[in-house]
């Protein structure tokens, strides 16, 4: 019921005064009544010491002996005067507070002006104008302190997700260091002479490694083609069909953009039979530069199949959020060679439906967090790209994995 | 189309099937953050052929099942499992063959039951009454893995969430189990792609063994 007048307190602060001060907003309002009501407590306080003085001239009058009758006729009249400036006082506040519609007798029967009912004692004893008033003040601090903790926790969470090596400063630094220096190796060719920072390169060399992995790369509008005619999960009907729909209407985009975009690689694909095909995006196309990556079903197909896309089944979904971070974790090495590592870690899914979790034995395990049963959604991802095969990434779940905390 | 095991209920010697059982697994696929989804249903048939002369034909095959499955409503599939034969149709053959008065049902069986959501699993199960009848003749399960339709690829998968499945179940103390039929789909012509006819295959050799090893019971 409270919260309710709240509200209507909110959308109704003009009723609330009638004569005087219509655009002052609410708080103000609030502030001025709570002064005058303090004033008028002020004044009732003193009236009732006024009144005791009062009884006590009456009783000095009853006994002359204590004083003269001069003195306690001085006495009464001395509180008589003050007795009505105080009930002056009281009663023009009580005016200015009527004015302003915090007394009135319909505010008793139904929400009026500022749909206020007022108990001006607490039950814990304390005089307050508005107990709402309270209520509102210990929301604000008490939400205040949530807002920061959820604010907090919503932060940190973030960062654990994309960022997990800022965490551990000292132990990473160590190894990302050895990492700096063995990627510049790489670059110039320990044992074979290998460039990573030409697409061929490392189409030809994931060829060679990864044998069962289609590496396929197009520009953005043959990959939009592309996905359009992938045959969606559960339906087998016409995919010609679907892509020759397709080839009609983004022909007439053809015209302008197919000169300057056509030898631009802008989206790889590695497709696994029967297993996933993840879609890598470069920015800008042409370079070797991967800005995002997104895991699909093999059986999928459509216009939401890109690399910002999510897949519509739960192990694609949550292996696309892990990728993520290993993308910015690849990328912050700044040496060139992220696209190369992503792709060799894309294909270490190619075991995802058979290689079980190196800590608890199993293929299937329930995830905690998402209480769902899941493969093994983690690969390891610290020893690439010099890794001679992808043995060495092993595989965990979301719970097991000692990258999580 | 994603890969799917049906399994069967198979009561411990001696004791007998009963719709317990079917709320004790309802309530094991919700500990295991199950989500309910609705009911299911389905309908098997075993044909016998129409001939003029009632004498016997050794040759004709006893085993002819036809089976409508809640996935393909709008599709009817044959069996005859000792030929290794299946075959999909239209749902209207049903209506043709009843014309035709080729061949006459001489057993109906309904599956109905409920379908459950496990993130990427689909869970459904349902017992096995015949036609104007309550008794329960059986149990039967279907789990899928909609992420994938490779029965190879899937193999490993569907194995441990059936050992997770027994896992769960068995805190109920239940006089049964479920069980698992080993397939070769290759024997009758199907490959690793799943499809609705490595279904009805499943279903055919399901019906086999529980018609071989269960008894009917009056009171379900």
Known sequence: MQSLQQLQLLQNPTEAANSQSELEAPPKQVAQAMERLNQAARVIADIRLGADRVFEALFLTSHPRTSTTDTSLQLLLKEDASMRQHLHDLRSIGKKLEESGVLTESLRSRSNSWGLHMPLVCPDGAVVAYAWKRQLAGQAGASAVDRTRLALKAFTDQKRRFFPHIDDGVKMESRSKKHRASHSVLEHGGGEPFDCKTLPDIQSRLEKLVPNVKVSTYGRLSWLKRANSLPGSGSDDDPPEASKLVFQSSSKLRSGLEAEVADKVAVIELYVPSVFRAVVSLNPAGSVDPDSVAFFSPDEGGSYLHSRGFSAHHVYKHITEHASTVLQYFLGFGTGTALYSLLLWICSFESLFSKPCSKCGRLLAMDKKSALILPPLHRAYQELPLAANLDVCEAYHGGCSPDDS | ?220
């Open chain 2, 1 to 220: 189309m994603p890969v799917k095991w049906v399994l069967y209920w198979q009561p411990n010697q001696g004791s007998t099937v009963s719709t317990q059982i079917l709320n004790e697994a309802a309530q094991c696929a919700e500990s295991i953050n199950g989500v309910k989804e609705g009911r299911w249903k389905a309908t098997l048939n075993y044909y016998k052929p129409m001939l003029r002369d009632q004498s016997n034909h050794p040759d004709l095959p006893r085993d002819f099942l036809g089976i409508s499955l809640a996935d393909q409503p709008s599709k009817y599939y044959f069996i005859i499992r000792s030929q290794r034969i299946v075959v999909e149709a239209d749902a209207s053959i049903q209506l043709i063959m009843e014309k035709l008065q080729s061949y006459k049902s001489k057993v109906s069986l309904y599956f109905d039951g409920f379908q459950y959501q496990l993130g990427d699993f689909r869970l459904r199960v349902g017992r096995v009454v015949p036609v104007h009848s309550e008794s329960i003749r059986g149990i039967v399960m279907e789990v899928e893995y909609l992420p994938i339709s490779s029965v190879e690829k899937a193999r490993k998968v569907m194995e441990e969430f059936v050992e997770i499945w027994h896992e769960a179940l068995s805190k109920r103390s239940l006089s049964g189990k479920f069980v698992n039929t080993e397939l070769n789909f290759g024997e009758f012509g199907l490959g690793d792609h799943y499809t609705p006819q490595h279904t009805g295959v499943q279903y055919a050799i399901v019906m086999a063994h529980m018609i071989a090893t269960v008894q009917p019971v009056v009171r379900g």
